[in-house]
């Protein structure tokens, strides 16, 4: 399915095209990449390179088939060409669910639905399957930022209409992006992770040294207790990664998963193609005792954070999962130059190991009328309570200062 628009406003305005395109396959890498890494994009933050919105990751989740119409993740990504080139791009997926999303709307659906009203299709804009802030806006170089955001948020709402969604969701997206579609009229939500940060250390024991004297030593007993009998970690990355390492890692992410949330959401085929396209974007944190490998972390290497994504194993032991998921990534951002540790969604025991709370911004657009009033007068009560729990967290955190 694809539709077309073009904008009436002023004569550069009007030179915009925009489509809705079914599938990566159809935008050519090299022009998504350059939208997805432009200045424009990515002004105001401190990188340079998000993985996730990379054309790799994105169209390995769309050809595994981990994406598709049969998952509920219909791929429908909003373009604006000028003269046949990409300037502005946004993904986005035509949803018949609300999983997968870590930013929770069930309980908007079951309003407009016991009102007699239908809440799926809606659209997306996100990474499928990764709460990982990053670009939604991709602009290309040269391009007026509110401009182009103007024209993505006008292709989505014209592709709402065509499809007949109930609404537009754009999640983890930069606050920058967040404060142009407030200008736009979307509605404004905040959420919160837990992040590690670098506060100019050079070691691990800097960082401990940096904590009071009780959360320092009790770090250093899940340590040790971690690798009792007799396990030890590797880290695997780029050509380093063979297909024995594959094979177990999506062991434990299968066993995990399915103990978790019934069905994992990711196969093989994208495990193995992320690692044919962008090996040295990826870090496997392993675990091995006597001889065998026992859980594992997949992490995707930015150039200023270092993202965990997902976690597994096949064999139960005390602190294993913090030390291969928080402390390892700690000890692998440091040796790397890494500004951050973004660990994934949820986890306020991450507070106690020196993990802050760090504010998630998402932005919604309700067609109907009278749930978009419900929803604006929520998310207004939401975002009182959310950035009085942040604040709170701040207090709660293992560093010293937080004791004097």
Not at 298 to 313: E, K, P, T
């Amino acid at each position: 399915m694809e539709t077309s628009s073009r904008t009436q406003d002023d004569a550069p305005a009007a030179e915009l095209h925009v489509r809705a395109v079914p599938g990566l396959a159809r935008i050519p890498a090299a022009e998504w990449d350059r939208c997805a890494t432009s200045p424009e994009t990515l002004a105001a933050g401190d990188e340079t390179f998000n993985p996730f919105v990379s054309h790799a990751f994105l169209s390995a989740l769309e050809e595994s088939g981990c994406v598709s119409r049969k998952t509920g993740w219909l791929p429908l990504h909003v373009t604006v060409e000028r003269a046949g080139r990409l300037v502005g791009a946004a993904p986005c997926y035509l949803k018949s669910h609300s999983q997968g999303e870590y930013v929770f709307d069930q309980g908007w659906a079951d309003a407009i639905e016991r009102a007699g009203g239908a809440y799926y299709p809606k659209l997306q804009v996100s990474v499928p399957f990764t709460p990982v802030t990053g670009p939604r806006f991709l602009i290309a170089p040269g391009e007026e930022p509110d401009a182009a955001a103007a024209a993505i948020v006008a292709g989505l709402r014209a592709l709402r209409a065509e499809t007949e969604a109930s609404s537009i969701h754009v999640t983890f997206m930069r606050e920058r992006e967040w404060d142009q579609a407030g200008a736009l009229g979307l509605l404004q939500r905040i959420d919160q992770q837990f992040h590690w940060e670098n506060r100019g250390y050079s070691t691990f024991e800097d960082f401990l040294g940096d904590l009071a004297s009780r959360k320092r030593k009790a770090i250093k007993r899940e340590r040790r207790e971690a690798l009792g009998c007799g396990i030890t970690i590797e880290h695997v990355t780029g050509s380093e990664i063979t297909e024995a390492h594959w094979d177990a890692f999506f062991e434990f992410y299968v066993d995990t998963g399915a103990r978790k949330w019934g069905r994992p959401y990711l196969n093989k085929t994208f495990f193995r193609l992320i690692g044919e396209r962008m090996p040295e974007r990826i870090l496997l944190v392993m675990a091995r005792r006597e001889g065998r490998l026992i859980a594992g972390a997949i992490n995707f290497i930015g150039d200023v954070a270092l993202y965990g994504r997902n976690w597994g194993c096949v064999e139960d032991h005390p602190f294993l999962h913090f030390e291969v998921c928080y402390y390892q990534a700690i000890e692998f951002a440091l040796a790397n130059g890494l500004k951050r540790v973004e660990a994934g969604a949820q986890g306020e025991h991450k507070l106690a190991r020196g993990y802050r709370p760090v504010a998630m911004h998402s932005a919604h657009d309700i067609a109907e009328l009278s749930l978009r009033r419900a929803v604006a007068g929520y998310l207004e009560r939401e975002r009182g309570y959310v950035q009085a729990a942040m604040d709170e967290y701040a207090t709660m955190t293992p560093f010293r200062a937080c004791d004097e």
